[in-house]
């Protein structure tokens, strides 16, 4: 089904036609049309086209309305100020564009199957290691642009650049050879299913033991040392023992995705090691292109605008003097990958924003070597940090950095808590299912109502309120609707454009219509927050319109009708919006 077109952009034409007829000197102006508190859109474009035409702006604002055909989608044109078009729309115009919506499966959110192929990278934990709450927002943010883009029509390739590779495993594997069960479980045998935890918990205790063990005792260390150079010479023994590290990892990392309703894929992890084999002809290709050069031993990238305290140039090191590979040499290799093997138009890299510097260094690499170029663009969705309400970076009371399953376990806690209180005739089960969703839902919405750029305060007491800017608020705005729904019994969803709106309806009505043009802005920014603040405006101008016209006692069969097809309409607007963000909306709270 071909998108719906919204209002906006019906005025927009309109508009555009009349200035056409009015002004044809004018060429194809922009109208620069926008929302507006005076009205339901005003327009900008006239005051621009005045300058460039040396005329009057209120005259020639005055020719274009007088150019506009009489039609059933402009109610009034009011020629404001110096040369501002206030426009109103008609109550017919507005329940028939949101018919046209409701009737469309995406409502009305246009899909662009040639849009390109993006490759997202997020979701980056480390083997061997737990995950905390600074892996909360690249996994986040990165699932949502995911769900996003894809609804828009990108093909979106998932790519979780784990941390695998590197000296420590030089350590964990000899500290394994020399203490073989370590890694055991307690029951062993094929069908015994490892806890997350439990994963955790082995590959926690061998990495102090090792740690403790290369801390102490030279010999240890020589042979740790000696290890990492079998592994990167792919001596057998030690990446079967490698792989073990990552088999035990994934068991743990799968079960925190799971706690934070995700999807990850064994395919889509694709760590450090994955780029091993390109690394040497990464390096060949840079220096013989004169992209990358040596200095004292170590092959480098220089730019003019990056220098250290000392005033010299800071260069990109992309194999060290000793002939090892740093984090550079494998970024671009993985570029070198998404551009030429996945065919990736867009470059996602959903990364904290501290590593910004670095990432501006590889892109611009890239770039020199024609790996990157007007057809294929990287970007860095640069997110900044999580907050304890005292405004500094989120640590344990201990000043511990907190575990993120720790964290998510107590939003749900907290949110059970609430769903308990509200909740009328849940079973247990239900409570905990609510709750999770809940619990979950207001952890992300946290995040993802904040600029990706900004800090944010990790706040959980304020994250489950159902009052003010949460997910709880949306969550339970859905459930109100679907109980009206349910209680309408014969009396169905069904738009009456004949009808006189109130002041809420049209509000509501307007950002009802508005949804499709803001997922696309949403996905073309990388900007989740804006989705975000849409579906909170979207609540709120629910309950200012629940409060003030009443849906199933109102005044005539037909309002009931129309007041439930706006309603339906929300709900359904609200779940497709939150489903984008990866939040659930259950049918009741």
């Known amino acids: 089904m071909a998108s ?8 927009q034409q309109r508009l555009a036609e009349g200035l056409s007829a009015a002004l044809p000197e004018a060429g194809s102006a922009d109208p620069l049309l926008r929302r507006s508190d005076r009205a339901d859109f005003q327009a900008n474009g006239i005051l621009a086209l005045a300058k460039q035409l040396k005329g009057n702006p ?24 110096p040369g501002f078009l206030n426009i109103t729309v008609t109550d017919e115009a507005i329940v028939k564009t949101l018919a046209a919506r409701a009737a469309d499966a995406r409502l009305g959110v246009p899909f662009n199957p040639s849009a390109g192929t993006t490759v997202i990278d ?40 784990i941390g695998d590779w590197g000296t420590q495993f030089g350590m964990l594997i000899q500290y394994l050879i020399e203490h073989p069960h370590e890694l055991d479980h307690k029951a062993e045998g094929a069908d015994v299913e490892v806890s997350g935890e439990e994963a955790m918990s082995n590959l926690n205790r061998l990495y102090k033991a090792s740690r403790a063990l290369f801390d102490s005792d030279e010999e240890f260390k020589t042979r740790a040392r000696a290890r990492v150079v079998d592994l990167q010479a792919g001596d057998e023994q030690t990446l079967a023992l490698w792989q073990r590290f990552v088999d035990e990892s994934k068991i743990y990392f799968y ?45 480098c990238v ?94 344990t009371r201990e000043g511990e950095t907190v575990r993120l399953v720790d964290l998510l376990d107590e939003a749900v806690e907290r949110a059970s808590a609430v769903v308990r209180e509200k909740a ?30 900004r800090d944010y305060k990790f706040d959980l007491d304020q994250m489950v309120s159902l009052n003010g800017d949460t997910s709880v608020y949306l969550q339970y705005a859905y459930a109100r609707i679907q109980s009206i729904l349910r209680k309408a019994g014969d009396a169905k969803p069904a738009a009456h454009p004949e009808l006189a709106l109130a002041g809420s309806e049209r509000a509501l009505g307007l950002h009802l219509d508005s949804f499709g043009d803001l997922v696309q802005e949403t996905a073309e920014e990388f900007a989740p927050h804006k989705l975000a603040a849409y579906l909170y405006q979207l609540a709120s101008l629910y309950t200012t319109f629940y409060s003030e016209c009443p849906v199933l006692k109102a005044d005539t069969p037909e309002q009931v009708e129309n007041r439930l097809f706006l309603c339906d309409l929300t709900a359904r607007t609200l779940h497709q919006g939150m489903a984008l963000l990866g939040i659930r909306t259950p049918e009741r709270l």
């Open 4 to 11: 719906v077109p919204s209002l906006a952009s019906t005025v």
């Open 58 to 81: 209120r005259e020639l604002a005055t020719q274009v309305v007088a150019a506009i055909p009489a039609n059933d989608v402009l109610k009034e044109i009011e020629v404001s100020g």
């Open 122 to 161: 997020y979701a980056q934990p480390n083997v061997a290691k737990e995950m905390h709450v600074g892996h909360l927002r690249s996994a986040v943010i990165g699932a949502a642009m995911v769900e996003i883009l894809e609804f828009t029509g990108e093909q979106v390739v998932r790519r979780h650049h």
């Open 255 to 299: 079960s925190v995705f799971e706690k934070l309703d995700m999807d990850i894929r064994d395919p889509d992890i694709v760590g450090e090691s994955g780029y091993n084999d390109m690394l040497q002809e990464t390096c060949r290709l840079l220096e013989e292109s004169g992209v990358a050069v040596r200095s004292e031993g170590a092959l």
């Open 302 to 395: 220089f730019f003019d605008d990056v220098k250290g305290p000392d005033g010299n140039p800071t260069p990109l090191i992309v194999q060290k003097s000793d002939g090892g590979f740093g984090y550079a040499a494998t970024d671009l290799s993985a570029i070198r990958d998404r551009v030429q093997n996945l065919k990736a138009t867009t470059l996602l890299y959903v990364v904290d924003a501290r590593q910004s510097l670095h990432f501006k260094m590889v892109f611009e690499t890239a770039r020199r070597a024609g790996w990157l170029n007007d057809e294929v663009k990287a970007v860095q969705l640069a997110f900044g940090t999580v907050l304890g309400k005292d405004g500094k970076p989120f640590k």
């Open 424 to 453: 009328q005739d849940l079973s247990e089960d239900e409570i905990a299912e609510r709750g999770a969703q809940v619990g979950i839902g207001a952890v992300k919405y946290a995040d993802l109502s904040t600029s990706a750029a």
